[in-house]
């Protein structure tokens, strides 16, 4: 199985809006809504941060929403802070009842 | 509070076979509502799936890991294990456990991770 596609980075100013795509195929992520997002901050677990597309946890900011269009999932972080500087990974479902992660992308906070 | 916490030998020899274990405390892994498994990252790169098993006994793995990967399970003791044969350089990762709900992407709760080198 083929890892994800995701930016290798995407920047941002404090405040902005940014978007990080995650593209599949129709065998992960354009058959399924099992679809989450991770952040890892340098040294340190990763932290989930969407699940099934587009659901936040507990405790997570609503600054951070997931979509999905087809083969290709997103993760929109607004109003960013310097705190969200870290990678975030996708990950998904698929048909072969395995899970597939996205190569990782590293935010940064300008 | 669920904790997850990896545990096993740091040093691996290449060829040889890496053996993990996942204690988990507070919740039993013989929940009908979870499955639980390991992720593993090499330095500097990706997170990679590994393998997750379903309390029934069902598991499955990373078809690249397949033939060299079994997880396997002691309820009496909360904790699953894996093992990983035939071991080379390109084994050398942070292998962290976790947890992920059933019919759900859910993977909510993570170990700390172990790093494990493969040398000589």
């Known amino acids: 199985q083929s890892a994800l596609t995701q930016p290798a980075s995407v920047s941002g100013a404090p405040g902005q809006s940014i978007t990080i795509s995650c593209t599949g195929t129709?065998?992960?992520?354009?058959?399924?809504?099992?679809v989450s997002w991770y952040q890892q901050h340098p040294g340190k677990a990763p932290k989930l941060m969407i699940y099934?597309?587009?659901n936040r946890p507990s405790g997570v900011s609503n600054r951070f929403s997931g979509s999905k269009s087809g083969n290709t999932a997103s993760l929109t972080i607004s109003g960013l802070q310097a705190e969200d500087e870290a990678d975030y990974y996708c990950?998904?479902?698929?048909?072969?009842?395995?899970?597939?992660f996205g190569g990782g992308t590293r935010v940064t906070v300008l | 509070q669920l904790q997850l916490q990896e545990s096993g030998p740091g040093l691996v020899k290449p060829s040889e076979t890496l053996s993990l274990t996942c204690t988990v405390s507070?919740?039993?892994?013989?929940?009908?509502?979870?499955?639980w498994g390991w992720i593993r990252q090499p330095p500097g790169k990706g997170l990679e799936w590994v393998g997750n098993?379903?309390?029934?006994?069902?598991?499955n793995y990373n078809p690249s890991l397949k033939s060299r990967v079994t997880i396997s399970v002691d309820t009496s003791k909360n904790q699953f294990f894996l093992e990983l044969n035939f071991v080379t350089a390109a084994d050398t990762a942070v292998y962290y456990c976790?947890?992920?709900?059933?019919?759900?992407?859910?993977?909510?709760?993570w170990g700390q991770g172990t790093l494990v080198i493969v040398s000589s």
């Open positions: 990950d998904s479902y698929t048909t072969s009842s395995t899970w597939v």
């Open positions: 098993f379903y309390y029934r006994g069902s598991t």
């Open positions: 099934d597309v587009s």
């Open positions: 976790a947890r992920r709900g059933v019919a759900t992407s859910n993977r909510d709760s």
């Open positions: 507070g919740l039993s892994i013989s929940s009908s509502t979870y499955n």
């Open positions: 129709s065998s992960d992520v354009g058959r399924y809504n099992y």
